[in-house]
């Protein structure tokens, strides 16, 4: 395809390699959306919203690694580690946490690092949680990775180019004793990214909203419970929906569940894990509805460690673990 205009070429190649890589994951596991979407999004609260930091009165580390469209060349591949804790001051509960996450597709790489605040207070029986997360953007171009028959083409890159911008995110939530709900919003400041030296290329964040909320369904078994989730995201342009019903069995010497979750018009995904001695196991397979077929899904590989620290705690205050709901 020809590019009229050397000038405004590289800047259309840059939108061309973005635009593609939307259109691959179109219908599948982002709708389009600049965010990455995790299959384990319920056992990652604090890092869909950020007043969830530190709400369960515990240390929580926490890495993911997510290969997605098996099969195909340069497949988007998704990275986070993240952690959070509780710190007891005086009067209400605080939490902080940090994080690192690296999204990579094709032939960028989408980078955030991130620190996390939130703070804690009853109300009506419940915690009300407010949270902010100020966050270092990064956006890399590989250009030396870039194979075409013209090398000599101005409209395309053929060096490595970064660019970095201050972004912010915050988020509400409210926990009563077996549910919990909140919204958050990524991108408040929308930053518009200059990736290289010059303002010729250019990638904004757009906004993204998040409702998410979960509920736990106890039956007759005391140590068998269903435990379900629900998140709901948009960019105000695309949009996706995620349901989760998990089954978990609490015994004495640890935990294991299985479930599934489905996607409308995206994909279904089935779970197993468990959580032995405080630390979390777990694998997802995503298998796309549509698109690129179910031989092509995404493989997702969860691991957590949960301690209870007591930093600066006054007395034991004993918390569901919102990981669990």
Not at 144 to 157: H, I, N, Q, V
Request: glycine share 12%; with cysteine.
């Amino acid at each position: 395809m020809g590019v009229a205009h050397a000038h405004e070429g590289m800047k259309l190649s840059l939108r061309l390699f973005i635009t593609t890589g939307m259109l691959l994951l179109a219908g599948t596991q982002v709708r389009g959306q600049q965010d990455p979407s995790f299959a384990h999004y319920w056992a990652l609260q604090a890092y869909h919203n950020p007043a969830a930091s530190g709400l369960d009165g515990m240390l929580s580390v926490h890495g993911v690694y997510a290969m997605q469209m098996m099969g195909y060349e340069h497949a988007p591949a998704t990275m986070l580690v993240a952690a959070d804790l509780p710190v007891w001051l005086i009067g209400p509960a605080h939490g902080v946490g940090a994080g690192f996450q690296n999204d990579k597709i094709g032939l960028f790489e989408h980078k955030r690092f991130y620190v996390q605040y939130a703070y804690h207070a009853r109300l009506f029986g419940g915690r009300m949680s407010v949270g902010v997360r100020p966050v270092l953007a990064q956006e890399t171009f590989s250009g030396t990775r870039l194979d075409l028959s013209d090398t000599g083409d101005p409209a395309f890159p053929t060096s490595d180019a970064n660019g970095t911008a201050f972004d912010l995110d915050a988020g509400l939530r409210f926990d009563a004793k077996a549910w919990y709900a909140g919204m958050a919003v990524t991108h408040a400041l929308a930053p518009t990214v200059t990736i290289g030296d010059t303002k010729t290329n250019e990638l904004q964040l757009r906004q993204t909203y998040y409702l998410m909320g979960g509920y736990n369904i106890r039956l007759r078994q005391p140590l068998i419970k269903m435990q379900t989730a629900a998140m709901v995201r948009s960019d105000l342009i695309s949009w996706r929906a995620d349901l989760t019903a998990r089954m978990l069995y609490d015994g004495p010497k640890g935990k294991l569940y299985a479930g599934v979750g489905y996607s409308p018009t995206v994909s279904a995904t089935v779970y197993i894990g468990g959580d032995f001695h405080g630390i979390q196991l777990g694998y997802a397979y995503e298998c796309y509805t549509s698109g690129i077929g179910a031989l092509h899904g995404s493989h997702e590989v969860s691991i957590g460690y949960t301690a209870d620290l007591n930093l600066f705690k006054r007395g034991r205050n004993r918390h569901q673990s919102v990981r669990l709901l």
